[in-house]
């Protein structure tokens, strides 16, 4: 077991309690498939289980469900079986068969071009398969060799249903292009709609590659792909290899006309087409354990009774009658017999050794011995790969193209490709690699997360789990976005927009909404408001002449400054009424006029007991009378804003 498979934290483990998870078989961009053997019926499946930072995606989940109801309404032999589909805490996947085997890209990279004979055995099941998936209302979506198994024990099918969808809801936004670009139907490049003659469309260029061994269309970056789809005509396979019969041409140019009107109406029509065709050339879809494994198929029962028939019984010649001795006349014309014959045949070997001398001469001159094979110059410098090219008598010509894999100044293949035979100094282009292809990403401040995340996953930018806080901002805005160089070192901001590196990753800050507002509220209510939005809470306990005792006043400042996140501790500051001042002692004694000044300075409200009238004389009742005694009484405590009332006294 590598150390890829060991560190995976599923291997070993039981989803839902019935599904031991044995080994991995593959990795996608949405879910990772596992081999696995089903407790219950004690039976191996194929366990495709949907990436962690996926589950919480509704559009991701949905499409995974998706594939799940698309492939169960199948029943075709053709077609990959989904037994069951579940939730283990957070984790979604699918049940389906297990067929241990290859996929039609591995037999193409293995074999490059297939034969006549194995092309239309491979045609005839995915067109079986496709066809019933038509005539369900289903529509693939995503038809390419890597969704097609080639089982060891000879089944042809075709899965990976996680773009399908019904025939009915045939409109796809920007975001759902996510077929291969290379099986894209012009119709998806320009008007973004998909019906079963976009899968047609997408068979054509897939029959296409099986027969020439190399996709129609190539370019360095998948735009210019997409536009030859959308504006030029897929050419005869017979132009790359002129085995191919004009039939299965003509197939191939129906299939993959731009206009979808141009095309069969669905894969059952395509299907009734090669099937003329297999009888047009008199062959008929051979054993698929041929194909698939890429060896010879054990015989039939009836091949076997063929190839050990008995030969009929040789008749037993009758003997030879006995003749008397010849005479000499005889024996003279029996030599020179012999001597004629064996000058026929010595003239016969001096022709034949010229001739050979001449095919020689000819055959290694100019004939197919003249040619040399292109050899293998990925995964070098450019001068290795020239210096290789140049002792197979090859030139080499430099081409730089972009990868995200092979790290710069690192040859990625060449154009031919290895094994072509070529004649002796022949240009051969040997491409280069620069390192990953740079992308411009705009502004990101204010956009929503999933509009982000997009952004960034089509420039092939790697988006992590997204920090939170807590701001004014509305839910799922992005507040903030770096990235991470995959050459490492520092991040770079990029919220204002930034230039990125395909294989960089990147990491965001999204707004949670306002943090709630809990002023004004009861201590255990605030608490709770703020418990349940993941913040912790401490209370600071205030006087207030305004706010009532027990209800919170505000909040304080968050350490460090900054947006509030999700388990920081919020400080609450809680009201616990008035504070209580003493009242003075040296109060009683003094005119009501110093007692009520006195008092209001202390912050409390005055009853002086009195009217201030003026008598006769001038004199105010609150310089004449003073205050015997307070209620509440002089030396003792009463809040803020309480009304002290003076007895007053001549």
Not at 454 to 469: K, L, M, R, S, T
Not at 492 to 516: F, K
Not at 598 to 610: H, K, S, T, Y
Request: charged share 20%.
């Amino acid at each position: 077991m590598s150390t890829s498979q060991q560190a995976d934290p599923l291997i070993g483990r039981l989803v839902d309690g019935r599904y031991r998870v044995r080994a991995r078989i593959a990795r996608g961009g949405m879910a990772t498939v596992y081999v696995a053997t089903d407790l219950r019926l004690e039976r191996r499946v194929a366990l495709k289980v949907m990436h962690g930072h996926l589950s919480d995606d509704t559009v991701f989940q949905s499409r995974f469900i998706q594939e799940a109801r698309s492939a169960a309404r199948l029943s075709d032999p053709h077609v990959v079986n989904v037994f069951d589909q579940g939730q283990d805490g957070e984790m979604a996947y699918l049940v389906m068969e297990y067929l241990p085997g290859i996929t039609l890209r591995e037999l193409l990279r293995e074999h490059r071009r297939l034969t006549i004979d194995q092309t239309l055995t491979i045609m005839d099941a995915i067109l079986s398969g496709l066809a019933a998936a038509h005539r369900a209302g289903i529509v693939h979506r995503d038809v390419k060799p890597e969704n097609v198994l080639l089982a060891e024990d000879g089944r042809i099918k075709i899965g990976d249903f996680g773009l399908a969808r019904a025939t009915t809801a045939n409109t796809a936004s920007g975001a759902q292009l996510m077929g291969t670009i290379a099986y894209l139907a012009p119709e998806l490049v320009t008007r973004g709609t998909a019906d079963a003659r976009s899968d047609i469309y997408s068979l054509g260029i897939m029959l296409y590659e099986m027969l020439t061994g190399e996709q129609p269309y190539k370019g360095e970056q998948p735009m210019q792909i997409a536009y030859q789809h959308a504006t030029d005509s897929v050419p005869r396979p017979s132009a790359k290899n002129p085995g191919v019969p004009e039939q299965l041409d003509e197939l191939v140019l129906w299939a993959t006309e731009r206009t979808p009107d141009d095309r069969p109406l669905d894969a059952g029509a395509m299907l009734q087409r090669l099937r003329a065709v297999e009888k047009d050339l008199g062959l008929a879809p051979q054993v698929a354990r041929a194909v698939a494994v890429g060896t010879a198929s054990p015989a039939t029962p009836a091949e076997s009774r063929e190839l050990t028939k008995v030969l009929p019984q040789t008749a037993s010649l009758p003997p030879v009658a006995a003749t008397e001795a010849p005479d000499n006349a005889a024996r003279l014309r029996q030599r020179t017999r012999r001597r004629t014959a064996r000058g026929v045949w010595l003239l016969v070997v001096a022709l034949l050794l010229a001739g050979g001398a001449g095919f020689t001469g000819w055959y290694f001159g100019s004939g197919p011995g003249s040619l040399v094979a292109v050899p293998d110059v990925s995964g070098r410098s450019f001068d290795d790969a020239q210096l290789l090219l140049t002792e197979q008598q090859l030139q080499a010509q430099r081409q730089e193209v972009t990868d995200r894999e092979i790290p710069a100044g690192t040859t990625v293949g060449s154009d031919p490709d290895p094994g072509t035979r070529l004649d002796k100094e022949t240009v051969v282009t040997v491409f280069v690699s620069i390192g990953p292809a740079t992308h411009q990403i705009p502004e990101l401040a204010g956009r929503s997360a999933d509009e982000v995340r997009g952004i960034f996953e089509a420039a092939f930018v790697g988006v992590g789990d997204p920090a939170q806080e807590f701001s004014d901002a509305g839910a799922d805005t992005v507040l903030g976005a770096s990235v991470i160089p995959r050459s490492g070192g520092d991040a770079i901001p990029c919220t204002e927009g930034c230039t990125v590196y395909e294989g960089d990753a990147a990491s965001l800050t999204v707004s949670l909404g306002p943090i709630p507002d809990v002023v004004g509220e009861s201590q255990s209510r605030a608490e709770r408001s703020l418990g349940d939005a993941g913040l912790e809470t401490s209370v600071t306990e205030e006087y207030s002449n305004s706010v009532a005792s027990g209800v919170v006043i505000g909040i304080g400042s968050r350490d460090g400054g900054g947006n509030w996140r999700p388990g920081d501790t919020v400080p609450l500051r809680v009201s616990i009424g008035p504070r209580p001042v003493e009242i003075p002692g040296n109060i009683v004694g003094m005119s009501i006029r110093d007692a009520v000044a006195a008092l209001q300075g202390l912050g409390f409200e005055v009853n002086a007991g009195i009217d201030d009238g003026t008598l006769p004389l001038g004199f105010k009742y609150w310089d004449i009378y003073k205050v015997r005694a307070t209620n509440p009484k002089a030396g003792t405590t009463a809040p803020q804003g309480s009304t002290v009332t003076l007895t007053p006294t001549l």
